[in-house]
């Protein structure tokens, strides 16, 4: 048992039991690598990735190796997931000596933390051009005894350029995005779109989710139709493909090929949290069928299998498990997509012959599989019938079944009444007979099979809560909850939003990054967490009407412009009061999910909206003046940038629905104003307010002839208050009928 032994990351308690005399990151190895003069080792993974567990069982867990390596260096391990600034940090180094990244990412430090040699994963013997991972220690300890000077010079010149790549709004722009820079950055996007498959670019092909909001808040904004298909179709695309689960619901991390159809197995909750919203707005945008189901079976997914005992949600499942039977069966052996692959015979076995030939054609299961050993990924084939149902347009988004709504369950939440109970489409009712049977045989298979894949030995589970992700998670599932009248998910929202207050934020609004068992880790919140996580608070609020989520946003904003903002408005990753790196991190692009940059610039703003604070909004805006420059450039790193410029031209749009709580009409009226399309729209409900409200925006807000109203305002100009649902549609953008 090594140094890890004790730490809260389940990806460092994995390798607790190395030979590897493992350090976690503490000041403490560095001093005991210059005690003893030699360089340290850092290795960075996260619990999720395949290859990092390949490493492992190769190296790590090699008698041989771990001497070698514990006599000539400080191993330390990091959680990149819990140290996301010193992933960072290294990471950009790496990239900048060889061109590309990745994980588990392997670098040679010395006593001042200073990189000076750098790889990724290393084989156990040489192999394609590499070198061994011992044949790298070899080298390095001869480099450190005997050129220590070059050594030296290296890493100097290495501190040097990462310190000179500090981000200042004067040479990005400080004005925020243009109709024109929007215009630019669709039509990169169009450029790189992949019309053929759907997505960006080529192999390996991640789900787009931050920009395909982006694309739904243009099309609403501008009417691009451009821009809704390649929304549309992406979407389609992965619902269909093997990067979703086609029995369980929720996407794998990204697709190895160019078609979605094999996946690199591990899901994640940002993934699932961002696309769960993603296509919850697209269903709201279009009313497509698919789109619901897949908005709610990957809901369902989050709550099923991530949610932990403390109500918040575990950070991902791994990519491996033990295989269950041919080679290697019984032994533990992890085995990548063990638990989601099937073979016909394995089909035939759980549903007999007739529907196991069924079920083959329908998920697109072959004898030479589509994945390794004769395995396949199911997905529903382009060709194929697909999901009963899933071409349904649903109408009338907007309109009754109000009255038939649930309330959240929750104290002072019947506010959230409004959500309103959406009747399903008549995917079986609108069909003939024979689709019906369709429908009924592949509900029928899915629960079968699921049932039988229940038995398999499962993925492990990273159970970590990291703030930021569950931030999103809250987002996502009180919008889907409030969309399709399902107030379980709103109540799971509401519990993943209470454990962030109580165990990660202390009373001077400042957050701790992860916590484990209900206990906070020891290690402080980046940028992103305190924007997730007040995204995540205002999303809610605008649900359920409880202005204490307000309040909390706020304090977590406040937190950002104090400790994170430089005085030309960019942002650190990292807090000016936080420990100290060889850089202060800074990125601004969105890559696996929103950047802290431009997940802040939309909380700053929607906060703003909802409070009329002009220091919000005008650090909103500075902010956003770096995703001008990025636009045309890189439009698909910078989505969520673009997403929230929408936003800011379109206003955003703020609506303050005023009535009695458990009046039907108010209820009808906060519905609609949460299906509104305008990109980045604010919502606040309440009782009518003379003078104090909870929210700024309901301040003064009466009633009309003694009825509901509700009131749209945007670029200090407001509309005349309306009681009619079907006016407040048209100005919010909310399809009907």
Known sequence: MNRLAGVTSPYLLQHADNPVDWWPWTPEAFEEARRRDVPVLLSVGYSACHWCHVMAHESFEDEATAAQLNEHFVPVKVDREERPDVDAVYMEAVQAATGQGGWPMTVFLTPDAAPFYFGTYFPPEPRHGMPSFRQVLEGVRAAWDERRDEVGEVAGKIVRDLASRSLSLGSAGARPPSEEDLHAALLGLTREYDASYGGFGGAPKFPPSMVIEFLLRHHARTGSEGALQMARDTCGAMARGGIYDQLGGGFARYAVDRTFTVPHFEKMLWDNALLCRAYAHLWRSTGSALARRVALETADFLVRELRTSEGG??????????????????????????????????????????????????????????????????????????????????????????????????????????????????????????????????????????????????????????????????????????????????????????????????????????????????????????????????????VTGEGVWVEFAGLLLDTVLRHFTAEDGSLYDTPDDGEPLIRRPQDPTDNAHPSGWSAAAGALLGYAALTGSSRHREAAERALGVVGALAARAPRFIGWGLAVAEAALDGPREVAVAGPEADPATAALHRTALLGTAPGAVVAVGAPAAGEADVPLLRDRPLVDGRPAAYVCRHFTCDAPTAEPSELAQRVGTRVG
């Open 313 to 542: 949600f575990a950070s991902a499942l791994d990519a491996d498990s033990p295989a269950f039977e041919g080679e290697g069966a019984g032994s533990g052996r992890p085995v990548e997509g063990a638990y989601y692959v099937w073979t016909p015979e394995q089909l035939r076995a759980v549903l007999g012959e007739e529907d196991g030939r069924w079920a083959a054609e329908a998920f697109g299961v072959t004898e030479e599989g589509s994945f390794e050993e004769g395995a396949s990924v199911l997905r529903l084939p382009a060709d194929g019938p697909g999901l009963p149902g899933d071409d349904v347009v649903e109408s009338d988004v907007g309109g009754s079944g109000v009255e038939e709504s649930d309330a959240v369950g929750r104290p002072g939440g019947a506010a959230a009444q409004s959500m309103g109970a959406e009747p399903a489409a008549g995917t079986e009712r609108n069909a003939g007979a024979g689709q019906a049977a369709d429908a009924e045989r592949m509900r029928s298979v899915r629960e079968r099979l699921l049932a039988a894949r229940e038995e398999r030995p499962r993925p492990g589970r990273d159970d970590k809560i990291v703030a930021a992700w569950n931030g999103l998670t809250v987002a996502a599932l009180a919008e889907t909850g409030a969309y399709f009248g399902r107030p379980d998910l709103v109540e799971a929202a509401l519990d993943a939003a209470d454990l962030l207050v109580r165990v990660h934020m202390d009373q001077q609004g400042r957050l701790f990054r992860t916590s484990r068992d209900g206990a906070a880790g020891a290690h402080a919140a980046v940028l992103e967490d305190y924007a997730d996580v007040a995204e995540g608070f205002l999303a809610l609020y605008s």
